[in-house]
């Protein structure tokens, strides 16, 4: 898996990405989280919406990385963001993603003080499950 994060990260390194504020993309992701849960009666745009979210959430980080922009208060920032964004997915589709959401919140405290990244990637699972439900007609 980490291969392919790499990868990924690589092709985002030499992309031509706007040197913006990483923290303006977290925020961006958490807007896109908001208009996933307004739009859930329109199933295509909200699956757009639940893509842009994930987008997003990968070009805060990459973009901090290749502008020499990443720090421990931006790291703060991109978790803060990611549980709040996860909090508003979550709170709708409440079982049994609130309760993985829980303990994703609990791995971001220890994640900050043992300066590790321990999260469980909740939204990613969930672009899939939402995929099989869009797929085979549930919503």
């Not at 990924?8 to 303006?24: C, E, F, K, Q, Y």
């Not at 739009?39 to 757009?48: I, T, V």
């Not at 639940?50 to 990459?62: F, Q």
């Not at 920032?77 to 309760?99: C, H, K, N, Q, T």
């Amino acid at each position: 898996m980490n291969k392919a994060r790499n990868v990924i990260d690589r092709a985002g390194m030499i992309a031509p990405l706007p040197n913006i504020n990483p923290n303006v993309l977290t925020g961006m992701s958490v807007v896109t989280s908001l208009l996933f849960i307004l739009c859930l009666k329109y199933p295509l745009m909200a699956l757009a919406f639940l893509v842009a979210t994930l987008l997003l959430d990968w070009l805060d980080g990459v973009t901090a990385r290749k502008f020499s922009r990443a720090t421990e208060n931006g790291y703060l920032a991109d978790v803060a963001g990611d549980r709040f964004s996860e909090g508003l997915i979550f709170m709708v589709f409440f079982f049994p993603w609130f309760y993985l959401f829980s303990l994703n919140c609990l791995l971001s405290l220890i994640s900050v003080k043992r300066k590790r990244h321990l999260i469980l990637p909740l939204r990613h699972v969930f672009l899939v499950f939402y995929v099989f439900l869009f797929f085979s007609g549930q919503i």
